[in-house]
């Protein structure tokens, strides 16, 4: 066989492998490519030879032994197949795919696993290809199928040697923002890169703390979904408000501080005409009330509670998709369980919109305060150094969850580095104290009508409690020495020192009977 040619192979090509093998040849490199079944492999070849002008950087091989032989040295290999391994024992595709490679790689080859892959199995696998001399990278991909054409966030995690070798690749095809405003660079058409900018990756630590931080991203993303679709609801329910009206609003404050890539989208969608009524009527009337999921921000909200951080808003929204699936319970229930009757009639429209806008505002806020918290305290638990403004920086380009906000949250961790909560830097505790009025306004409205808006509430609930110097847990924890014996700490004494008492039936207040 001739002199190996590729600087990078990719296994695996369902869309995201395809695209991202074609942002990789759009920036010059030269790509090996190999999947399971070969007439995906065959016709994708086919297709980039037919439509794409860097048709000549991407080579198929049938063989995975050929695939590998084709790749210089030190080998850079990319897995994008689907994972389900949770637990750091459990053994999945990805795992089947290492495997079949390992007999053929020679040490110092790098590994990289581009798939939503739970961080355990991630450090499993670090730790494991670590002793046998190879080197492995767990890559979270961000942005979707476009994100992963023309530009994501990618967020690997491994060795700094590792991620020196597939730098230069990485910071070439990810997504590229302005260094001063964090505003996303303009799109660039296949085979034209972008030029200049701050790209949206960079090492983000040992092991699993890559695929931990994309994670989380998709946990933010989870929320912020909710609450934008709680915004939807709010005006749709108490305003009566028709979607290309919505569409408009939505629209506007995408030019405000809510500007981002899934404001941008809402607006889009909320103007769709029906296509099956032939315009007549909008699509998001006739979508099917039930929200799927994939596993991430279940994960999130498990390991948040593992760790004891409250990321209360992210677990509503992961159990806001769950009610979403019981739709026949839920129609079924419409009919027996009623809500508040004679509840005022709305006045002020235009100011309900903009106290909407608000409670997004802040809620959404309190959602990246939660997912910052956990990360940090991720990182205590695995011992990962995680650089949050860094972090911040690769957000606010290329994946789902992008933000003009970002920028700010860029620069409060630039501010201080050891920010212990996003909603403690001057920035956002002065939008909190703007905004609460008008947040409160919204949840105690919603109540009022028996409109459900979890998401708001728990953060609001989540502000609340958070800046709450006493909360009512005193008469919990005496509650559980009064029945388990578990101690609990005194007002009047040092942290740390611990009391029991024995709680006697005489000292019961006698009820009347």
């Known amino acids: 066989m001739s002199e190996p040619q590729a600087d990078i192979g990719l296994i695996g090509l369902a869309v995201m492998g395809q695209n991202l093998v074609l942002n990789m040849a759009d920036h010059g490199y030269t790509v090996a490519v190999y999947n399971r079944t070969t007439e995906t492999m065959d016709q994708f070849i086919a297709k980039c030879k037919a439509e794409e002008p860097s048709a000549e950087r991407v080579l198929g091989f049938a063989e995975l032994a050929d695939f590998v032989k084709a790749i210089k040295k030190p080998r850079k290999m990319v897995i994008l197949v689907k994972s389900t391994a949770v637990l750091p024992h459990d053994r999945d595709a990805v795992d089947k795919v290492i495997e079949q490679l390992l007999p053929l790689l020679d040490k110092g080859d790098i590994i990289i696993d581009g798939g939503n892959s739970n961080w355990n199995a991630t450090i499993r696998r670090e730790k494991d290809l670590t002793a046998q001399g190879y080197e492995f990278i767990g890559s979270g991909v961000s942005g979707g199928e476009l994100g992963a054409r023309f530009g994501p966030s990618l967020m690997p995690g491994g060795s700094k040697q590792a991620w020196q070798s597939l730098k230069p690749i990485w910071e ?13 660079c303009e799109d660039y058409k296949a085979g034209v890169p972008i030029v200049g900018g701050e790209p ?7 092991d699993g703390a890559g695929h931990y931080v994309k994670m989380v991203h998709n946990g933010i993303e989870y929320i912020d979904m909710q609450l934008i679709c709680e915004a939807y609801n709010l005006m749709k329910t108490l305003l009566g408000m028709k979607p290309d009206e919505m569409s408009k609003v939505f629209g506007k404050w995408n030019k405000g501080v809510l500007d981002s890539f899934l404001i941008e989208i809402t607006t889009d969608i909320l103007q769709q005409k029906d296509p099956a009524k032939k315009g007549k009527g909008f699509l998001v009337d006739k979508v ?42 839920r129609v079924a229930a419409s009919k027996k369980l009623k809500g508040p009757k004679g509840a005022k009639a709305i006045k002020g429209k235009k100011k309900l919109v903009e106290a909407i806008h608000d409670a997004l505002y802040s809620s959404k806020i309190c959602a990246y305060a939660q997912g910052f918290q956990l990360m940090a305290e991720a990182a205590k638990e695995y011992k990962w150094t995680l650089n ?19 920028q700010k949250i860029t620069e409060a961790y630039e501010k201080d580095a050891k920010l212990q909560n996003l909603m403690l830097d001057p920035f956002f505790k002065k939008e909190l104290h703007r905004c609460q009025d008008n947040w409160r306004k919204v949840v105690s409205l919603a109540a009022e009508h028996g409109v459900s808006i979890p998401a708001f509430m728990s953060a609001l609930a989540y502000f609340d409690g958070y800046r709450s110097a006493v909360l009512p847990a005193n008469l919990l924890q005496a509650q559980r020495d009064y029945f388990g014996a578990h101690t609990y700490e005194r007002t009047d004494q040092p942290r740390g020192k611990f009391f029991h008492v024995d709680w006697p039936e005489a000292n019961r207040p006698q009820l009347d009977m």
């Not at 949050?388 to 970002?406: M, T, Y």
């Open 288 to 329: 099917l009330d039930t929200a799927g999921q994939k596993g991430t921000g279940k994960w999130t909200s498990t390991s948040a509670l593992d760790l004891g951080i409250p990321a209360n808003a992210i677990a509503e929204a992961v159990f806001a998709r769950c009610l979403s699936a019981l739709k026949d319970e």
């Open 388 to 406: 949050f403004g860094e972090i911040a920086k690769i957000f606010r380009g290329g994946c789902i969850i992008r933000a003009r906000f970002l």
């Open 172 to 184: 070439a095809i990810s997504a590229k923002v302005d260094k001063k405003t964090g505003k996303p």
């Open 200 to 206: 949206c990756t960079t090492h983000i630590g040992a």
